[in-house]
């Protein structure tokens, strides 16, 4: 491009209503592009500013110019239950979420078992090899003589199925949990009381399941569990991290994700009022807010709830409410359920808070998953193609017509909180990616034993789903 006579740049910048000393001038012209210095410069200078020094242009010109693409990228809420809500809690709305569960999650299965109907066991009289059948896993409960016995349940009824202890299907029952769907294959008891299982299948991730990418280098910067509003809220890396995001390194990013614990609540656990900085909840929310108001402009933020937001505990759990919602509306923040499925550029993240990790990390045992390796926890759900399957445990879950913590599409990306640790893994495809807590260990922490991982974002490039994890402490 040919050097901008010192003659078109005045015109350029009286048009704009600046005149300029002649020094600011030439310093301009040596730019390689003057047009986009004089925009810069534009934004930039103070706006009582009428003739541009030297200084002026100096000052802006060191600044990192803004390269975070102009273009916003798709995102488009996928599934929210927000306002969906019908479940009043009587024994009919629990009968209808199990049978939803049921339907929804056999049909994976079918495809891979050839399955009858309960009831049907029976009237059988032949064929007693080979017989499959898919159900609700009920109980599970171990002989005397160390075998195990599961009971399965569809609609027409229930059935017992042994596992031999010398079976190597063994070891995978303890990978099981209460109230998934589930489907054996095995040999029918002459007296049609039991079947002796040769085979288990989970609904499953299909082995050829291949994630969709986007065809640009757009980046989501994933984030959980702020707590704002603890005394232990992380606010130093919390601004290094909002700095981070104006860094030239940084532009790619154009999403902030946050799966909930946005805030630190009120009455969430014995006593938690005297490790609370901000006692109101309402102002937790206001602080949080402020904070969100750090994060450049250009990056759309979208939050779902978890166990610490004041929405209802049951899970699906609604969006913010409208009190709520009114504190985040000059962010423009995207509020979502919990879980929530939004796509960004054709890639689907399925976002979760993460409270039944505890009940899964409870009930299998350490060394499949523990609190160190929260992945290997939202790798079992996704296998079970449910985010919290066990009713009555520590998960409460509001029973709905429709269960919507059923995985019915296989997601690209899946992205929690919860534990406060972090863990990601790849499983057939499907990024799983735990990000930890911008909290540091409060004294209730310390006495349950977590170690928390502080200040973590997880950086997905949506182009070749790579993950970066980075630490802001
Ligand atoms: O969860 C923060 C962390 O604390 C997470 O790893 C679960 C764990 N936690 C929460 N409550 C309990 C109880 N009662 N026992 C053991 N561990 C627990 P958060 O949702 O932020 O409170
Ligand atoms: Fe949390
Ligand atoms: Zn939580």
């Known amino acids: ?65 803004p390269t975070r693409s102009d273009r916003t990228s798709e995102i488009r809420v996928v599934a929210d239950m927000t306002g969906a809500s019908t479940g009043t809690g009587t024994f009919d709305d629990f009968l209808a979420l199990f049978r939803d569960r049921y339907d929804r999650l056999s049909t994976l299965l079918r495809d891979r078992v050839s399955a009858r109907s309960i009831a049907s066991l029976q009237t059988t009289n032949r064929a007693r090899h080979g017989i499959g059948v898919i159900g609700l896993l009920t109980d599970v409960r171990s002989t005397g003589s160390g075998h195990w016995v599961l009971e399965l349940e569809d609609r027409t009824g229930a059935c017992r199925a042994l596992i031999h202890r010398d079976n190597d299907l063994y070891g995978m029952v303890d990978e099981l949990l209460l109230d998934q769907v589930l489907a054996i294959e095995g040999t029918l008891a002459d ?12 609904p499953e991730v299909p082995m050829s399941n291949q994630a969709t990418r986007a065809d640009e280098s757009i980046e989501v910067a994933l984030i959980s569990d702020l707590h704002v509003g603890s005394q232990e809220f992380a606010e130093g890396a919390w601004e290094t991290f909002v700095d981070w995001l104006d860094t030239s390194e940084a532009q790619s990013i154009e999403h902030l994700i946050i799966s909930g614990d946005l805030v630190d609540g009120v009455g969430v656990y014995p006593n938690q009022s005297k490790e609370l900085a901000i006692v109101d909840v309402y102002d937790q929310y206001r602080a949080a807010a402020e904070q ?11 939050i ?6 004041a929405v209802r505990l049951a899970e699906p759990q609604p969006a913010f409410g409208e009190r709520i919602a009114k504190m985040f509306e000059s962010i423009e923040a995207r509020l979502v359920s919990n879980p929530g499925w939004i796509e960004i550029e054709g890639v689907t993240f399925l976002l979760y808070h993460g409270t039944s990790f505890d009940d899964v990390i409870a009930s299998i045992p350490g060394g499949i998953v523990e609190y160190e390796r929260p992945d290997a926890a939202m790798v079992q759900l996704l296998r079970k193609r449910h985010l919290a399957p066990t009713y009555g445990s520590r998960t409460r879950i509001s029973p709905e017509p429709i269960d ?26 499907v990024r799983v990616i735990n990000t930890g807590t911008w909290q540091h260990q409060t004294p209730f922490q310390r006495q349950v034993n977590i170690d928390p991982d502080v200040a973590i974002a997880a950086i997905v490039d949506l182009q070749d789903l790579s993950v970066t994890v980075r630490s802001f402490l």
């Open 191 to 202: 007296d049609g009381g039991i079947i002796f299982v040769d085979a288990l299948h989970q």
């Open 292 to 302: 969100l108001q750090a994060v450049p402009s250009d990056i759309q933020i979208t």
């Open 1 to 65: 491009m040919s050097e901008a006579s010192l003659g078109r740049i005045v015109a350029l910048l009286a048009a704009e209503g600046f005149t300029a000393e002649k020094a600011a001038v030439r310093c301009i012209q040596q730019q390689g592009d003057p047009r986009a210095a004089i925009n810069s410069i534009i934004e930039h200078v103070p706006d009582e500013t009428v003739t541009l020094t030297e200084a002026d242009i100096e000052e802006v010109l060191t600044v990192e110019p």
């Open 404 to 429: 919507h913590l059923v995985i019915d599409q296989v997601p690209d990306v899946f992205h929690a909180g919860h534990t406060h640790t972090t863990g990601v893994d790849t499983y057939r495809d």
């Open 304 to 309: 779902i709830p978890g166990n610490h937001d």
